[in-house]
């Protein structure tokens, strides 16, 4: 039988969001060791292949490039606009949508396969039994530049 | 197989209807066509009717309690933009397989205004804002973004796709949008979606399309082969595993898999067409189809827009209905009044648009959502 969940615990936002008994966050993935793809989250067959043996569950990277985006200025009612929404190659394999913070959203100020990481926040958001919904976003990593 | 021929085809003008149902909708557009091939509800054998956001509300049959209940077998589907596409093939397959020799096949869609998309999930989350963007403008945006950064294509020439539209469907009486929009006021309206302004989204319209399908025997029986138009080629295609499927839907690859079936099958090239009616949803959008259908080659897309290629007189006229981005996306009709653009073309009946001396022209059609997929179709039709 599952645990009950801990009142006020984090949420993940996302099934591959994984939250640890110590509150530390990672994503997960799988990778097919027959065609050699990384897809976010836990998978029995494989998307790109088919196969349905040999798919290896993996943490997925949290470094990763810039691949497009846009700065999004209208978005659904209660949004707080504008923000970037990224797409993002994962350095390990893998590509995941999500918000690019700590950035101006101006279109001329993101270069294209900036190094950017995964980090983990409070969403603002709160679950129905009042739990935090705990979110991964991007933010510009420098320092990775190689 | 036996070819399959259009004998009837029309849409009711787009635009915004609130006091009628989508049956009604419907039913003026199939009344359209029947009249159009002089023919009644009593001779369809089948009819095939796309509808998205009714798609659970047997919108087909509700159009035959409108027009007709003869009993006849109705099939309703459902496939993002590619909903009305989706019914004129099963419409034409079930033609050219010899099972009917004549059918009525209806796309209809009532709208609402504002952004498409959902806005939370079973579990109340929000995910706009936090996982980036789902809203279409975003989406298509993205993909125009990732055109750019393989080959340099600007704002500007996005917006050129707008300017070019919005000509054409001042020569179209049943557009949304008639008016003309110059570059400074496309790039200068309301930034939705970088670098999608709101001249570069497509308009969140009413509207319903029709068309009678035949076999060549009953068309040539009846007497319909004179202003038939025969379907060439009918193909689809869904979203293959890409890199980045998982954050966001795949427009290019299913389109290029569906044109290259489609040329294939039609034993045509791109250098065949006349005309192209192809899905504009966004500004940007159009551009990347220009290399996805092969008008051009790979890269080719923003200088193919600032020669004027593809405006009415050019080497390769597109969306001289106006596209979705002034006449209208109405999902579940679009897929067949591009159908009736070209085949009005084809006919030589397209007044002051009409794109001289047409005689074959390709239809496309691409929807999906992130975390679903993508669904494509495309149509050759040649001038019987």
Redesign the interface.
Known sequence: MAAEPIQGAEVPAVPFLVIGADASAHLVGTRCQGCGVTIPGKRCVCMACGARSGLEPIRLTEQGRLYSFTVVHRSFPGVKTPFVAAIVNLDGGGTLKGTLVGVAPDPHALPYDMPVKVVYRDSGQKAADGSPFLAYYFVPSPGDQT | MTEAYIVGIDMIAFGRYPGRTVAELGAEAALLALDDAGLGIRDMQALYCGNLLEAHLMVGQRILREIGLTGIPVVNTANACATGATAFREGLIAVKAGLHDLVLVVGVEQMGSG?L?A?SRP???????????S?M??MF???G??HA?KYGTTFEQFARVAVKNHHHSTMNTKAMSRRETPLREVMES???????TKLMCSINVDGAAAAVIASRSVAKRLGLLGRAVRVRASEMTSGP?T??????PDFNQVTRNCARAAYEGAGLGPEDLDLVELHDCFATAELIHYENLGLCPDGDAGRMIDAGETALGGRIPVNVSGGLLSKGHPLGATGIANLYEVATHLRGAAGTRQVEAARIGLTHVVGGS?GRGSACVVHILEKA
């Open positions: 952004l998309g806005s579990d109340g989350f929000v995910e706009e804002g936090v996982l980036g963007s809203t403008p975003a945006a993205q993909i973004v990732e950064r309301e930034m939705i979606s970088w670098p999608n595993y890199p980045q499927e998982f954050a966001i992130p």
